[in-house]
Every structure is written in C-alpha cells, then in structure tokens.
C-alpha cells in the first residue's frame, strides 16, 4: 500500500510564489521517477516535469526558469518550487510517482489526489 500526498498549495497573487510538496508513503522499497502534472478546468492534464531518482529534473518549456523540481529521498518527498506566478498556472497540481515495493526491480505508477494552486489578483 502506497500514498502519495500533495500540500502546500494556496491563493496567490501574480508574480508571487509557491512551494509544493509530494510525499509518499506506505510500503516502498524504491522511488524511480517523479513527475509533477497540473490540470486546469477544461483543459486536459499537463505534464510539468519530473525528477530521476538521481537528481535529474526536466520541464516542459513554458515553465523553465520560473518552476524548479528538486526531491529528498530520505524523505520520500519531490518538490515543486513555483516563482513569478502567473493567472495561467491556476490548476491542480498533482503528483506521480514510478515505486518499486519489494526487491525484484518493478515500479508501478502511482498518483495523488491533488493540490488547489490559484493565481489571481
């Protein structure tokens, strides 16, 4: 059994910023890759980027320069650091997570119910 719980997510003004949290939990042997996606109302779910187990993040090129992914591994937990928010970032924002939980080297998908990020003056 594995969890995955996103926080930190708020109203905000333009230009301000916001630090996101996803943790996981449960019976988890390894975490491989981590991925932020956001949705917006109407709009299908976008990949934002994610991280490698190593370190490694990538960004779909809208963010760049402004959304920063970074994970604990002690802690099971992937960030997401939002700077100079714009209207355009509202969305929930949720996390997915590749986890392995035993030893014989086979990650399942995982998902997390989602954190509010809204944008607005």
């Known amino acids: 059994q594995v969890q995955l719980v996103e926080s930190g997510g708020g109203l905000v003004q333009p230009g301000g910023s916001l630090r996101l949290s996803c943790a996981a939990s449960?019976?988890?042997?390894?975490?491989?890759?981590m991925h932020w996606y956001r949705q917006a109302p109407g709009k299908e779910r976008e990949w934002v980027g994610g991280?490698?187990?190593?370190?490694?993040?990538n960004y779909v090129s809208s963010v760049k320069g402004r959304f920063t992914i970074s994970r604990d591994n002690s802690k099971n937990t992937m960030y997401l650091e939002i700077n100079s928010l714009k209207p355009e970032d509202t969305a929930m924002y949720y996390c997915?997570?590749?986890?392995?939980?035993?030893?014989?080297?086979?990650?399942?998908?995982?998902w997390g119910q989602g954190t509010q990020v809204t944008v607005s003056s």
């Open positions: 449960g019976r988890i042997f390894s975490i491989d890759t």
């Open positions: 991280t490698t187990s190593d370190g490694t993040t």
């Open positions: 997915k997570a590749a986890i392995q939980t035993n030893e014989m080297g086979y990650a399942n998908w995982y």
